[in-house]
């Protein structure tokens, strides 16, 4: 699986970005979710997520037309976002 990933040092901040087209079987939900899970634990975070967090953000992309979405890490915590 590619993806992207983005450190800014001025916001201490990373970034991840997953593609779309890279989500060819279930097992690469598993594999998103254990990559969302070592960047947060950089941060100390725990975020509460499930393969099913990412499977839900597959299908919300599905229904906006979108193409990837993007993880974003801080010590305020993670947030995601869609985008085409």
Known sequence: MKIDVNYQSESD???VTFHKSEFKT?????????IV???????????????????E???MLEEENKEKFTFGFNED???VDLAK
């Open 13 to 15: 901040t990373v970034e």
């Open 77 to 79: 915590g993670v947030e």
């Open 26 to 34: 279930d097992q690469d939900s598993h594999l998103a979710l254990n």
């Open 57 to 59: 953000i597959l299908s």
């Open 37 to 55: 899970f070592t960047f947060a634990h950089n941060f100390d975070l725990e975020p509460e997520m499930e393969v099913e967090t990412i499977q």
